[in-house]
């Protein structure tokens, strides 16, 4: 099993200690998951913390064997402001890691798409009311950061019978910077017109790619992922989505490739690592 950088009261330590300095920080939590601070507040996107899945699907057809030990305890991270969540698949809308993080942080803020509200209020055990909604151009300003709804094809760009996505990336501005979180996504026309005038600085891109035998909505693979990221102007890239489950993962070899090919600025983090904007 692959072992993060760093873990547990390593990670925690890591995080108070930037959490002090200026600009805006992120770690990479594993699969889509981030953790993002900025003058001491924090922002998670997509997080899974827990084994969820990898109970559910143990004695089926289709394992989720976990390839990375998790970073960190949910219920440790007792200073995060708002949690977001791009879709209900339980690797980024996780009950499991959400509901010790509400109970560790009692005004966390919840955000899910607007196509999410009820089943996500059924999955967390919550008031529909208590959860902030978003959607495809909507901003929303939450905790010194502010969220902009954009589709994401999953594998289609897919709305509710009242028009909402329900597949989403955020566009996220803070202390000056912006980064594109993609959420899980394939190619779509458009989708480099659409984000290139939102002048990103960091793109948080998926590079699993898609294979029928997965018998999963697939993403970018690393190549379109390289290539989006420099389609859109993005300054930095960093890929995701990949060393969680054995069956659903990609090497970052090929995206670093094309990354050094076509000039595309990236950096390939550990599980757990950190990166300040503006580092190069």
Known sequence: ???????????????????????????????????????????????????????????????????????????????????????????????????????????????????????????????????????????????????????????????????????LGYIVRAGGATIYHSGDTVLYDGIADLLRPFAIDLALLPINGRSPERRVAGNLTGVEAAQLARDIGAGLVIPCHYEMFEFNTASPDAFRAECERIGQSFRVLRASEGWTIGNR
């Open 1 to 167: 099993m692959i072992d993060p950088l760093q873990a547990d009261d390593a990670f925690l330590a890591d995080v108070a200690a930037a959490r002090g300095k200026p600009g805006l920080h992120l770690w990479w939590l594993g699969q889509s998951g981030f953790l993002l601070a900025h003058e001491g507040r924090c922002l998670l996107l997509d997080p899974y913390l827990s084994d969820s899945l990898t109970a559910k699907y143990a004695q089926t057809d289709n394992p989720h064997v976990r390839m990375t030990r998790r970073v960190v305890n949910p219920a440790r991270l007792n200073f995060i402001s708002a949690v977001a969540c791009t879709h209900n698949h339980t690797d980024h809308l996780d009950a499991q890691t959400i509901k010790p993080l509400i109970a560790a942080n009692p005004d966390i803020e919840v955000i899910v798409p607007a196509a999410s509200r009820a089943f996500a209020a059924d999955r967390l055990g919550v008031d529909s009311l208590e959860l902030l909604t978003i959607d495809d151009r909507q901003t929303l300003e939450v905790a010194g950061f502010s969220l902009t709804g954009v589709p994401a094809a999953h594998e289609t760009i897919e709305r509710d019978a009242a028009g909402h996505c329900r597949f």
